[in-house]
């Protein structure tokens, strides 16, 4: 793989962004995920945890009713009604972090 100089200002500013996202709502024990939208999500976010591995969080449809999207953690059965602020902070691709680049 191609290593890339990324831009840490970037980068911060998602991490922010990211770690001060709270659950709305928590569905446990889901039977089907797609009327989520998460048996075919919309965005998938790999984190490599410094502890725990990684750990991959799938966005699935947006609540209007509640301006959240659903979203599961390593494809699990608890779902998840997330903020649509999450959408923002992490719909980014490698080209837009890197060093230079806007």
Same mark, same amino acid.
């Given at each position: 793989?191609n290593q890339?100089?990324v831009?840490?200002?970037?980068?911060? *500013?998602?991490?922010?962004?990211?770690?001060?996202?709270?659950?709305?709502?928590?569905?446990?024990?889901?039977?089907n995920?797609?009327?989520?939208?998460?048996?075919?999500p919309e965005?998938?976010?790999?984190?490599?945890?410094?502890?725990?591995?990684?750990?991959?969080?799938?966005?699935?449809?947006?609540?209007?009713?509640?301006?959240?999207?659903?979203?599961?953690?390593?494809?699990? *059965?608890t779902?998840?009604?997330?903020?649509?602020s999450?959408?923002e902070?992490?719909?980014?691709?490698?080209?837009?972090?890197q060093?230079g680049?806007?």
């Amino acid at each position: 793989t191609n290593q890339i100089r990324v831009d840490q200002a970037k980068v911060q *500013k998602i991490l922010e962004q990211c770690s001060d996202l709270k659950s709305k709502k928590v569905i446990q024990d889901v039977k089907n995920l797609e009327q989520y939208g998460l048996s075919k999500p919309e965005m998938t976010i790999r984190l490599k945890m410094q502890d725990q591995g990684i750990q991959t969080v799938e966005i699935g449809s947006y609540s209007s009713d509640a301006s959240a999207y659903y979203a599961t953690v390593d494809e699990g *059965k608890t779902v998840f009604l997330m903020d649509a602020s999450i959408e923002e902070a992490c719909n980014v691709t490698e080209k837009d972090l890197q060093e230079g680049n806007g």
